[in-house]
């Protein structure tokens, strides 16, 4: 099994653009959570899916990120525009529902200029 | 709201010595208590769970015991060594009760000194 797949590994963009990040869960797995990670405030849940469906999207910052999951195969994280205080580690993880554990892909490190 | 408490921030040890963190939550409907690891410019990987109808689990030098009374849960490393240094995170869930996302504590740095 190859994991939690996310692109780009590494995204360096200016104020203002539009970045989206891509993930692909494992196989099989129905659960999707996209995180962000800085020093400051940690890890923290931004959005997650049930079977395609947002779940819970308290953790979204603010109206400039949406999450989409078009399918069991694949999400996105959109931020538009991108501000430099969203630079940061994001990391997308997939489980299976009543399971528990969650699996982590290798995350984008988002860096804003 | 759900909260996850995690202490200490840091924490160095010698080697071969045991370190030990300690969270607690305040979800009563809580069950699964995981343990990730992090490594420098790494992804968070878990060495060890527990779920809510057992209070310890071991792993060769990995032992998690839950409290639930207390609503503690703590990881214990023994003989530690050089590569244990990481960041470790805390976090608990109720997958059980429908709710599958994990509150996270802040995080542990641990050094261990050779």
């Known amino acids: 099994d190859a994991g939690v797949i996310q692109s780009p590994r590494h995204e360096v963009t200016e104020m203002g653009q539009e970045v989206t990040l891509r993930c692909k869960p494992i196989?099989?797995?129905?659960?999707l959570f996209w995180y962000r990670q800085t020093m400051m405030r940690g890890l923290e849940l931004l959005i997650y899916?049930?079977?395609?469906?947002?779940?819970?999207d308290s953790g979204m910052p603010e109206d400039r990120f949406s999450a989409k999951m078009p399918n069991a195969s694949f999400s996105t994280l959109k931020i538009q525009p991108s501000e430099p205080r969203d630079s940061a580690v994001y990391f997308c993880?997939?489980?299976?529902?009543?399971?528990?554990?969650?699996?982590f892909g290798p995350g984008t490190r988002l860096t804003v200029l | 709201g759900e909260n996850v408490e995690q202490h200490p921030s840091t924490l160095s040890v010698q080697e071969g010595d045991s370190a030990v963190i300690k969270c607690t939550y305040s979800?009563?409907?809580?069950?699964?208590f995981p343990w990730y690891k992090q490594e420098l410019g790494k992804r968070p990987q878990l060495i060890i769970d527990?779920?809510?109808?057992?209070g310890e689990k071991k792993d060769q030098r990995i032992a998690v015991t839950l409290n639930k009374t207390a609503k503690h849960f703590s990881l214990h490393i023994t003989e530690t060594q050089p590569e244990d240094s990481a960041v470790y995170f805390c976090?608990?869930?109720?997958?059980?009760?429908?709710?599958?996302?994990?509150?996270f504590g802040t995080g542990t740095r641990l050094k261990v000194l050779a």
């Open positions: 196989s099989g797995h129905n659960s």
């Open positions: 979800d009563s409907a809580s069950n699964y």
């Open positions: 899916f049930n079977n395609n469906v947002p779940i819970d």
């Open positions: 976090a608990a869930s109720a997958p059980e009760a429908g709710t599958y996302k994990y509150i």
């Open positions: 993880a997939s489980s299976l529902v009543r399971q528990g554990e969650q699996f």
């Open positions: 527990i779920r809510s109808n057992v």
